[in-house]
């Protein structure tokens, strides 16, 4: 054991802990108790004996992190909150679940001091412990990369609780994988290895050695037999987390555990997981947890007393760091100077102007001109950190100044284990799972790529990116049927207004390479997750002396050319590569004396967030001819052209071709445009 032994007060202290998820699920009359109760001494042992945290400063950037993948045992986490002192009391506890409560059914992140991720999705903690992982080291390799290795007030661990679904859930493979390749040294898995899921037993659907796959991902395992009496072995859990936090690779625990132990008939039953064990089979439990029967919530002063040392414990750490710290700002000021402005999510000054502003006349590929942009930001922001799944130079994230992150033993050209780059694989849902995890440790601004179709590969994480406001940014290129001859398993149609269609995500498809620049500008200032959208096609650079300026693009959309007498009868409002579709039919349409407007929407989410006022000078509603134009699904588009205006777009698979004759063949024309302006005229 750390400094520790394991007496009577901890073990008291563990079935206090116990009996409260088991009255907090009763009384709310649902949850789940079993997990909750069985790993009650595992919370204990790691709040109490293992991390180094601070209940008073949950925000304490050396903290050691905990992750509970399996969020669904969501009241192992609320007692240790309520035992160490993180601001829940015995009332939030009764309110478990119920609407507004700091408790409710899965943790969220930033509802409730001391949840580090909102976690409920099985595969998601542990993927994204993952990112905390990297995060860690990148930071630590940035601020202090002299200091010999667990020597640095910047290293710490990352600790998990995962369980069997955790484990089954494909995202997790991914994530470990790479964390092994990696060599993750800080990160510690505990696997909660009680055989049973919601169906029943696990040998229904799981019976491969998970100890031999983490071992064949280069991770140091270490297994831990039942106790005494089906009870959690902490002294050998102990040591197994003493040896994970000297080893060089991340480390697995498999734990072997008995579903909602000790009570008497609902132990080691899928049944446990997920209902209240009932009046009588609780009053037998807290029996054999030597606690009242008849009492609720019960909380013996010594225990409270005991369990809320790590208040004050927590606070000599904290001050202890923060001594080291002051040394380390004296003998690196600028560094440290970098630490304060990170702390204060602020971007470098002047970061506009090292942007390019791109000249006129040119065309090139939106991919191309995003990793221009990126890598100008990237050079100023060591914040920025990310990679491609596989797909750097095509998708245009190279970074051409950087290391790629790898191991520190790793031949590999060009490499350190604090790199900037990394080289994802061919993982999308780690890939997200891990930019969140990256965000969630602190200071990082992720960013990850990958092709635009496959973005249907990462929808969980993308989803979990915006229910936490994480500042990550999606770059996702080849962003229509105008990718050409890859086909239709390769030509996004539906994923563009699928993405729109999450609450607190933007997509931002820009039509040319200044739209490019002032969109990841914009990014990297609102701090908000977003993706951005780019063509494998080349498109040409707007000369902005003619249409109106690129930084408009802020707005989401605006007037890129009013019509001839700024009085319009038609409005073409298009994105990223069909914008220069709409100017050409908008050509024709004036030379037929057909007043038309051009609108470049490249992000609809932020034009929703514009003053109505705005909204209407950019799509007064007395004009009523309308016409979207987008290579995607039309769906989503009636909303601003209304049921009298009309979208040219793809409600069906692309095909294999030369984008020029994909666009023909689909009837994405200016002789479309034009013909559809005339019909809705009549
Ligand atoms: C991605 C995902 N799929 C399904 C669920 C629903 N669900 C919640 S817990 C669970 C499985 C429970 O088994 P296990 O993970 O072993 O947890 P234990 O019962 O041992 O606590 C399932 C299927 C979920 N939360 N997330
Ligand atoms: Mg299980």
């Not at 904290?318 to 440290?336: D, G, R």
């Not at 514009?610 to 699904?633: D, H, R, T, W």
């Amino acid at each position: 054991m750390s400094n520790n032994t394991w007496t009577e007060i901890d073990e008291k202290s563990v079935n206090v802990a116990r009996a409260l998820a088991l009255d907090a699920v009763e009384s709310a009359g649902h949850g789940h108790p079993g997990t909750a109760m069985a790993l009650a001494p595992v919370a204990h042992l790691l709040f109490q004996k293992f991390m180094n945290h601070s209940p008073a400063n949950p925000d304490w950037f050396g903290r050691d992190r905990f992750i509970l993948s399996c969020g669904h045992a969501s009241m192992l986490l609320y007692s240790q909150l309520f035992l160490n002192g993180y601001g829940l009391e015995i009332a939030d506890l009764k309110n478990f679940r119920k609407m507004n409560s700091l408790t409710p059914g899965h943790p969220e992140y930033q509802h409730t001091k001391g949840v580090e991720m909102t976690t409920g999705p099985l595969g998601q903690g542990l993927a994204s412990a993952v990112g905390m992982a990297i995060a860690s080291r990148y930071w630590r390799n940035y601020f202090d990369a002299k200091t010999s290795p667990k020597q640095s007030i910047f290293d710490n661990y990352i600790y998990v609780v995962a369980s069997d679904g955790d484990l089954q859930e494909g995202v997790s493979s991914e994530a470990s994988s790479l964390a092994g390749h990696l060599g993750l040294a800080n990160l510690i898995v505990i696997y909660d290895d009680n055989r049973i899921s919601i169906d029943g037993d696990t040998s229904l659907a799981f019976t491969e050695d998970v100890a031999a796959r983490y071992q064949a991902y280069n991770w140091d395992v270490h297994t831990v037999e039942l106790g005494q009496d089906g009870k959690v072995d902490v002294v050998s859990l102990g040591k197994a987390i003493k040896l994970s936090q000297q080893s060089d690779k991340p480390s697995f625990i498999r734990l072997k555990t008995i579903i909602a132990w000790p009570a008497p008939q609902a132990r080691n039953t899928a049944a446990a997981h997920g209902a209240p064990l009932g009046e009588s089979e609780t009053k037998f439990t807290k029996v054999a947890l030597g606690l009242d029967p008849e009492k609720h919530f019960q909380v013996p002063e010594e225990v409270l007393k005991y369990t809320r040392q790590s208040q004050t414990n927590g606070a000599i750490k904290f001050s202890e760091w923060n001594k080291k710290f002051e040394l380390w700002e004296k003998s690196n000021p600028t560094l440290a100077k970098e630490f304060h402005r990170l702390s204060k999510g602020e971007l470098v000054s002047n970061l506009t102007d090292s942007l390019s502003v791109f000249e006129p006349g040119n065309s090139v590929a939106s991919r191309k001109s995003g990793g221009t942009v990126l890598n100008e930001l990237a050079s100023k922001l060591v914040e920025l950190v990310g990679g491609s799944a596989d797909l750097a130079e095509s998708n245009g994230v190279a970074l051409k100044n950087s290391l790629s992150m790898q191991r520190i033993s790793s031949q590999i050209k060009e490499s350190s284990p604090g790199g900037k780059y990394l080289h994802f694989g061919i993982r999308e849902h780690a890939m997200g799972s891990i930019m969140n995890g990256l965000a969630l440790y602190g200071f990082t601004r992720p960013f990850g790529a990958t092709f635009l179709i496959f973005s249907d590969y990462q929808k969980p994480a993308i989803r979990l990116a915006a229910l936490m406001q994480l500042p990550v940014t999606y770059v996702w290129t080849h962003d229509s049927i105008g990718l050409g001859e890859d086909g239709p398993t390769h030509q996004p149609v539906e994923q563009l207004w699928s993405l729109r269609s999450i609450p607190g995500f933007s997509v931002v498809r820009p039509c040319d390479a200044n739209e490019v620049a002032i969109s990841w500008l914009k990014i990297m200032e609102d701090r908000k997750p977003a993706g951005i959208v780019l063509t494998r096609q080349n498109i040409p650079t707007l000369d902005r002396k003619i249409y109106a300026p690129a930084i408009n693009a802020k707005k989401g959309a605006y007037v890129l050319q009013d019509a001839p007498n700024s009085n319009p009868e038609v409005i073409l409002i298009a994105t990223g590569s069909e914008v220069h579709l709409a100017l050409d039919a908008q050509k024709e349409l004036n030379a037929q004396s057909i007043n038309t407007r051009v609108v470049s929407m490249p992000c609809v989410e932020w034009f929703q967030e514009q003053e109505q006022s705005y909204q209407e000078s950019v799509l007064p509603k007395n004009v009523k001819v309308k016409i979207a134009i987008e290579a995607g699904s039309t769906f989503g588009w009636y909303q601003f052209v209304g049921l009298e205006g009309g979208v040219i777009g793809l409600d069906h698979y692309g095909a294999s071709g030369k984008p020029e004759l994909l666009y023909k063949e689909f009837g994405i024309t200016v002789e479309k445009i034009v013909a559809k302006v005339k019909e809705l005229k009549k």
